[in-house]
């Protein structure tokens, strides 16, 4: 594949991946994952694309866009660490460690486009004005296209001309570099779990992540059965938790009331 | 669910489902920060203004009312459409007597309530358990990582989605209280902190690596490497230890892409120094 062909394929993954998911209902296609299955796909290696984006998956499960804040973006940090194992010929551990720098400086860059958004106010103002539906999803379109596809031309030019850089590069790297760099890969992962603790953990709480790690460390059981067991344990204390809240609402308001109509949707 | 349908008529389900449909597109067209995701909202609630509101002065009027800052999980969002849609109903039938203002005050109210039931639902649970069983086929390279992923995240996605649709048109803004009120929420958003817990136990597990290479010089023998004494103590404790302590920093109030290069600073000078 020639070098021009390599950073059409990353940015067609970019575009499809990054618009696609905000076309779609946030359907996670965005997710590395997703992304480094779809870049190593398009690149003709697939088993790199899924081993890559699983790895930066995990890295990455405390960036999610939630009310409109993104801490890094790991779209440009998946296609791009994909690309270049692909066809720099880096190893894993470097392509995600490559991987950090990149979505870092990509989430700043997101800033120019959040300002960008704003030329589209007038014409928002005028279809609405003028009661224009179609108007509407028109403009919202365009918006779209021009948002997505100005940012795909950022992850080409890097791709097409980053490429021999990053291969001459890290050929000239020493073995004690490389090992340092893949001892830092495998550790990164600990910061998206610890994000993801940020938002889950309550002092009572705390307990179950020891036992989901007890369970995954010493019987090697795989995620779907550690699921099963999770959610078997959480639907049986929130049932309990349901009983005693009942219990004290019954106590405060004395007699039990007769239910309306959406109490009786809820007990159902 | 099936009463959820009962009182809904034919001509109201065909609407409905455009606006499940359009629904998908919500963040496609954010603007600024005056329309954050207006234009989304108001696009997908059109079936319902276009049906309610033939006269083009009513229309952009109600146009214009819905382009103020909108943001809920997109996944739960729907509940506040059809709602939306309903009250879009009461203030066509009863014009001039009816405050439409209260629409977009309630449909602004729910933003906060209805994103904390989406995030804890789609962000605490479904992802964790998606992300979990995902990334351990994709650890392999299989191609059932990704589409478990999806497969595991979207179903329950487009079904609350769906019916979040209908149940806000038909039961209208007291639901969400009174699910609050139940207590409903508070239980769920801890069901929600287990399940999620348990999976980043595992994902803890499997994808934080970190183990040491130093060994004890021993004369007149083999080195003794220092590692086996850790994993007799516990299994993985080092990768369990920095995880905790990413978590301290975090409380602290250290950002989150500081922290990325501050651990992977340390992990390649662990690396090149040969300690781990």
């Known amino acids: 594949m020639s070098n021009l062909m390599i950073a059409c394929m990353a940015t067609l993954a970019y575009f499809i991946c990054y618009g696609g998911n905000w076309l779609f209902g946030q359907c996670m296609i965005e997710r590395p994952i997703v ?15 899924i081993i890559i984006g ?22 440009s940090a998946t296609v791009m660490s994909v690309t270049f194992a692909i066809t720099a010929g880096l190893s894993m551990e470097e392509a995600i460690t490559l991987a950090v720098p990149v979505g870092l400086i990509f989430n700043s860059l997101s800033m120019v486009w959040i300002m960008l958004t704003n030329i589209f106010q007038p014409a928002y103002q005028k279809v609405c004005d003028n009661g224009d539906g179609k108007g509407l999803t028109r403009v919202i379109l365009t918006s779209w296209f021009t948002i997505y596809f100005t940012r795909a031309i950022i992850i080409f030019c890097c791709v097409y001309l980053g490429s021999e850089a990053v291969q001459a590069f ?26 993801l603790m940020k938002m889950l953990v309550s002092t009572e709480n705390i307990g179950w992540l020891f036992v989901g790690f007890v369970l995954a460390k010493y019987l090697s059981l795989p995620a779907i059965v550690i699921a099963i067991i999770a959610v078997v344990i959480a639907i049986t204390i929130g049932l309990t938790d349901k009983k005693i809240h009942d219990l004290k609402q019954m106590m405060t308001e004395g007699t039990p009331m007769a239910l309306t109509e959406e109490e009786e949707f809820f007990n159902e | 669910m099936s009463k959820l349908f009962n009182n809904i008529s034919d001509a109201d389900k065909k609407m409905l489902t455009k606006i499940y449909w359009r629904s ?50 997109q996944n739960v969002g729907t509940f506040a459409m059809g709602l939306a849609a309903s009250m879009e109903h009461e203030n066509a039938v009863h014009y001039g007597d009816y405050d439409p203002s209260s629409i977009v005050s309630i449909k602004t109210a729910l933003m906060g309530p209805l994103s904390g ?8 649970i479904v992802r964790c358990i998606a992300a979990g069983v995902g990334i351990g086929f994709a650890a392999s390279g299989s191609i059932l990582g990704p589409i478990l992923f999806l497969v595991i995240y979207n179903l329950p996605g487009m079904l609350g989605r769906y019916y979040l649709t209908f149940l806000g048109f038909s039961m209208g803004e007291n639901f969400i209280t009174k699910a609050y009120e139940s207590g409903m929420i508070t239980i769920l958003t801890k069901c929600a902190g287990i399940i999620g817990l348990m999976m980043v136990g595992f994902m803890i597990s499997s994808n934080v ?10 004369s007149g ?27 301290w920093a975090l409380k602290k109030k250290m950002n989150q892409n500081t922290l990325l290069f501050v651990v992977l600073g340390i992990g390649f000078v662990l690396g090149l120094l040969g300690i781990c």
């Open chain 1, 35 to 49: 992304v480094g299955t779809i870049t190593g796909l398009f690149l003709g290696d697939l088993t790199t694309g």
């Open chain 1, 54 to 75: 699983g790895a930066l998956e995990a890295i990455y499960m405390g960036a999610v866009n939630i009310g409109g804040a993104t801490s890094a973006e790991p779209v």
């Open chain 1, 170 to 195: 890290m050929s000239q790297l020493p073995d004690s570099v490389i090992h340092g760099l893949a001892v830092a890969a495998g550790m990164l992962g600990a910061v998206g779990m610890a994000v």
């Open chain 2, 24 to 73: 998908f597109a919500v963040f496609a067209g954010p603007c600024g920060a005056a329309y954050r995701q207006a234009p989304g909202f108001t696009m997908s609630i059109m079936p319902a203004l276009e049906r309610y509101y033939p006269e083009q002065e009513k229309r952009a009027e109600a146009m214009q009312r819905h382009m103020t800052p909108y943001n809920i999980t």
């Open chain 2, 117 to 124: 039931i989406g995030d804890s639902i789609y962000w605490g």
């Open chain 2, 209 to 218: 690596s970190l183990s040491l290479a130093l060994t004890m010089p021993v």
């Open chain 2, 221 to 247: 023998a083999e080195p003794i490497a220092v590692q086996p004494y850790l994993d007799s103590l516990l299994m993985g404790v080092l990768p369990l230890s920095l995880t905790m302590l990413c978590y």
